[in-house]
């Protein structure tokens, strides 16, 4: 192509000296390219927009979300003060006591997300007051119960005052949730007028471009056509090429982005789902008198609990490909604790894991394992009442990049140096063992059972 334009290159020099022909062509070029800088800024200010937008929509939902989260903690701070009202037990106070430490700073957080925006603030001030004073009068009445006063907590509670603040609490989240929606629908409506503005501006710019090429087209064809029409097909190739990345571009952009919506979504029902089939056992359980049967449904219970806890940290997590290990058997190891071993007299369950983020199937199956080898140690570990202490450690090998977990109890140990029971749990882990390029391994030399997994990050 470059042989058969040089040829031409005196008569294109012929050409650019003549007065009326080289005036049109600089004009109609101006032209050009004046359209193509106004077509570039539209779509660079809409691209900004566009960004923005994402920006405070993002912001909005992480407003809302703080704004559920903080309701949720105290609906929680108030079941566990009614269940420690109604049953004078402690441990009905966990989530109350959970409260105390989460509910302050998710009020810090959402002073933070609505800091200068004059609509929220209002709002964020009438319904952070309501929350102290929410806490207060849950304590008052914690404390009224602790110290036997239990009429006068009584009395507390059916005054009112409680409800009045969560509805309270309520209609401010309500407003919250109003003020964003509101604001969503009309950032929106606005983005789709820039959208559609600016696609008629390159529409437009587009044929303005082409009526300018057709016109000069014609001029040049009439001196140097061969030149032309290589030229003609120089542009006909770029344009093509740019519109095509341009396209694609956006395309990958906007799969990337329905992808990882739907990664999240999928996440979120599939944690929902399994939460649901896990109440259901819950339920059942009630309702089953065989030993039996009630230890076997407990152990699916806590399997499914551990895939659960997986997929509720991918849809909370910005990070969707990766799980922090740390945080991730925190809330498993409280979930066990909760519901294999509930009550006085049971085994206590303790925690020790330094900061490991591994990918989402290898979180599955260490999740997995934990459960199995926790359930097995709460079923053979300790006699019903004798209490006693399961610990679990998560810490880095420094000799290579791998992670070593540990489960072990102080119970009698294995004696015939095989696990207890009808030997599912022991072909689930050594299959999810399997897949993380490892094996599970037993301590010969210590008292009680000592339970390890050496893994590749």
Same mark, same amino acid.
């Given at each position: ?68 989260? =903080?309701?949720?903690? *105290? ?54 007051? /309501? ?11 914690? /404390? ?70 057709? +016109? ?7 001196? +140097?056509?061969? +030149? ?23 395309? *990958?952009?906007? /799969? ?28 059942? =359980? ?69 900061? *490991? ?13 934990? /459960?199995? =080898? ?57 299959? =999810? ?25």
């Amino acid at each position: 192509m470059f042989s058969a334009v040089r040829p031409s290159l005196p008569a294109l020099l012929r050409f650019a000296r003549t007065p009326s022909i080289g005036r049109s062509i600089v004009t109609l070029l101006a032209g050009a390219i004046l359209l193509l800088l106004a077509v570039n800024v539209a779509t660079f200010v809409m691209i900004q927009r566009t960004v923005a937008f994402n920006d405070q929509v993002e912001r909005s939902q992480q407003v809302r979300g703080a704004a559920g989260a =903080l309701l949720i903690s *105290l609906v929680d701070a108030e079941t566990g003060q009614r269940g420690f009202l109604l049953t004078g037990r402690p441990e009905f106070l966990a989530p109350y006591n959970r409260a105390e430490t989460s509910v302050p700073e998710q009020m810090a957080e959402l002073e933070r997300l609505t800091a200068g925006d004059p609509q929220l603030e209002a709002h964020v001030a009438v319904m952070l007051e /309501a929350s102290r004073d929410k806490l207060a009068e849950l304590e008052r009445s914690v /404390a009224l119960s602790r110290t036997g006063r239990i009429g006068e907590a009584v009395q507390l509670v059916r005054s009112g005052q409680g409800r009045a603040l969560m509805d309270t609490i309520r209609a401010q989240i309500g407003a919250i949730d109003e003020i964003e929606m509101v604001r969503l629908e009309s950032r929106t409506r606005q983005s789709e007028y820039g959208s559609g503005l600016t696609l008629w501006a390159n529409a437009l710019g587009g044929l303005l471009v082409v009526v300018l090429a057709g +016109i000069m087209i014609w001029l040049v064809r009439r001196y +140097i056509g061969e +030149i032309q029409e290589a030229r003609d097909t120089l542009d006909r190739m770029n344009a093509g090429l740019e519109t095509q990345v341009r396209d694609r571009t956006a395309q *990958l952009t906007l /799969a990337r982005d329905r992808a990882e919506a739907m990664l999240r979504e999928v996440n979120h029902r599939v944690g929902n789902s399994l939460q649901l089939v896990s109440s259901f056992m819950s339920l059942q =359980l009630r309702h089953l008198a065989d030993d039996g049967a009630r230890s076997a449904l407990k152990e699916a219970q806590a399997r499914i609990e551990a895939v659960a806890h997986v997929h509720r940290r991918l849809y909370t997590s910005d990070d969707m490909t990766s799980v922090a290990m740390d945080e991730y058997l925190e809330g498993l190891v409280a979930e066990l604790g909760q519901s294999l071993a509930p009550g006085a007299g049971a085994p206590t369950l303790s925690l020790q894991a330094q900061p *490991l983020n591994v990918s989402t199937d290898q979180a599955v199956s260490i999740g997995v394992i934990v /459960a199995e =080898l926790v359930t097995n140690a709460v079923k053979y570990a300790y006699r019903p009442g004798q209490g006693g202490e399961i610990r679990i450690r998560l810490e880095p090998d420094a000799r290579a990049r791998r992670a070593l977990l540990t489960v072990e109890d102080d119970g009698p140990g294995l004696g015939d140096a095989k696990p207890k029971g009808t030997g599912l749990g022991g072909r689930i882990v050594s299959a =999810l063992a399997a897949g993380l390029g490892s094996k599970v391994e037993y301590d010969p030399d210590y008292a009680g059972v000592r339970a390890r997994l050496a893994f590749d990050l």
